[in-house]
């Protein structure tokens, strides 16, 4: 059994910074891709940023220069820094790892999620 914890939301006022942390449990052997997503009610989920097992990263255009994302890959542990927060960015993140290897077989798994509020 494979599960995401995620820590690190909270509200902040614009400008502002946060760090969101997901570590992966389970039997693990490797993971591919781990990212974050988030969501606003009535909007589809939406990619923030991913890094790969080899350090490359993708981001959301509306992010970059601002959030910063990196891992761990002993520690199965991808972290999310925010800078320069704008209230556009309030929403509730989600950790995501793609391509876990576990037992033999490869799945994609999504953490509880994490609310960001952004407000003065």
């Known amino acids: 059994q494979v599960q995401l914890v995620e820590s690190g939301g909270g509200l902040v006022q614009p400008g502002g910074s946060l760090r969101l942390s997901c570590a992966a449990s389970?039997?693990?052997?490797?993971?591919?891709?781990m990212g974050w997503y988030r969501q606003v009610p009535g909007k589809e989920r939406e990619l923030v940023a991913d890094i790969n097992s080899g350090g490359s990263t993708n981001y959301a255009d509306s992010v970059k220069g601002r959030f910063a994302i990196s891992r761990d890959n002993a520690k199965n542990t991808v972290w999310l820094v925010m800078n320069s927060l704008k209230p556009e960015d309030t929403a509730v993140y989600y950790c995501n790892a793609r391509g876990v290897y576990t037992m033999g077989r490869m799945a994609t798994y999504w953490g509880q999620g994490t609310q960001v509020t952004v407000s003065s």
């Open positions: 389970g039997r693990i052997f490797s993971i591919n891709a």
